[in-house]
């Protein structure tokens, strides 16, 4: 088929399936598309790199002053998304309450401005990463916090899924490239690099394995068109990940998968999950110990021993980390000598450590790494609870959030304005529904009023034995 035919095709699928979301989702509220744009974006190039499309990207950068275009965009969706937030009256102090580790690590960021050597750089990274609670906050806010999340990712996926497929079949040039490191040609799609791909198939093959089992369990009239919508795209997301050819976030795709499956099971206690996920660490640790287990998912997955020199590259730039408790500053190791020392060395030019933790490590110190943990522990417990009361929304929750954990083993993405950064803060996040407010002032307002009676009736008994 001629390019030109295949582009008009897939651009009348996307408008198709996206004006009839809009019709069935009619309630959805419009203030949802400010996130649908992020993670689009996010999700597959800037702004300043579509309206480059063709021009050759390198394997490596320095971007650390960034694109003005880019910068107006995202700062733009944030100021959006903030007056979304002030008009639906968010309640900042609830947010605080609801997310303590999230808002530490945020403000921790925020202080590790200040000893930054680029503390001008390390604000506008900083700035630029407040997008991801703003967003997520839209999202959680909206009346139907799950048909939003719903509606979001498949708008999402409706945009750049179609696409990465017309990218890497008709037009080469756009959604193709070579690897840096070994020269062998490689397929990214809507990305830049075949690790966009892969983890933009592993994002939003989860939703759509999720909404699969989700429209199963719940039988509702129209869900035999939703079936075959996810079966379709689960089909093209399978032929993407075999084109992208990313381990990381194939196993990263499967763990998560796994988990929404299993959890469903009928001899899954949903209240002891905790104590599986206990066991199962447990197991993996002694695996690991006995049986060499990494060794062998690497053969399994056809990767060497150095996970193409990753372990290399983590043994330079920890031996080059001087400051190990508070580390160099808000995404600033990537700046200035350190990045021309390692440059020097690594042709292929790294900017980033390949691993989300140590990238945390390297820049927020053993302090960043513990609010981390914090932040990830907090998460799961909130999913642990929320199992019993919303196991459907729970369960696309603990199986992003085993995705996200495993997929960072390897490559970073606690970091930017990075798309598995935005999807962590989506299921990481809460904020009490309206009704729930409503019951929490109501019963404060009658524990007052009680109180009241309570003074009023001791006070009257004072006066009586006074008298």
Known sequence: ??????????????????????????????????PVLWIAITGSRFVSQWIGLGEPVGAGGDDSEGSPIDAFFFLTLILAGIGVLVRRRVVLAEVMRKNRWLI????????????????????????????????????????????????????????????SVLFIKYFPQFGRGFDPYTGDP??????????????????????????????????????????VLSLIFLCMIGWLLQMANSATSLLAFVLGMVTIFV?????????????????????TIGAELTLDLHAEMLDLLGRDPTLTDRTKLWADVLAMHDSPILGVGFESFWLGWRLE?????????PNQAHNGYIDIYLSLGAVGVVLLI??????????????????????????????????????????????VWTVFYIIAMEYPSAESRRTSRTRATGRERQADRLTGHAAGQARSHGA
């Not at 020392?341 to 030019?349: S, V, Y």
């Open 1 to 34: 088929m001629p390019p030109f035919y295949a582009t008009l095709l897939t651009i009348a699928f996307v408008v198709i399936l996206l004006a009839g979301d809009s019709r069935k989702r009619g309630e959805a509220n419009g203030a949802l598309w400010l």
């Open 104 to 163: 530490a690590f945020i403000i921790y960021s925020f202080l590790a401005i200040l000893w930054s050597d680029f503390p001008f750089i390390a604000f506008k990274r900083w700035v630029k990463t407040i997008g991801h609670p703003v967003m997520a906050l839209i999202i959680l806010t909206d009346p139907n916090p799950v048909n939003a999340v719903r509606t979001v990712l498949k708008r999402c996926s409706y945009l750049l899924i179609p696409f």
């Open 186 to 227: 490689v397929n990214n799609g809507v990305g830049l690099t075949k690790n966009d791909l892969g983890y933009l198939c592993m994002v939003f093959g989860l939703f759509h394995f999720w909404n699969l089992l989700s429209t199963l369990r719940a039988g509702h009239r129209g869900g035999r068109w939703e079936i």
């Open 263 to 283: 959890v469903d099971l009928r001899v899954v206690n949903k209240r002891l999950i905790g104590t599986y996920a206990i066991v199962g660490i447990l197991i």
């Open 341 to 349: 020392t390692l440059w020097a060395k690594w042709w292929w030019h």
């Open 374 to 419: 914090g932040v990830v522990v907090s998460t799961f417990r909130k999913i642990s609870r929320q199992l019993v009361s919303n196991f459907d929304f729970a369960r696309l929750r603990l199986g992003f959030l085993v995705a996200i954990v495993a997929f960072n083993f390897t490559e970073a993405g606690f970091k930017g304005v990075h798309l």
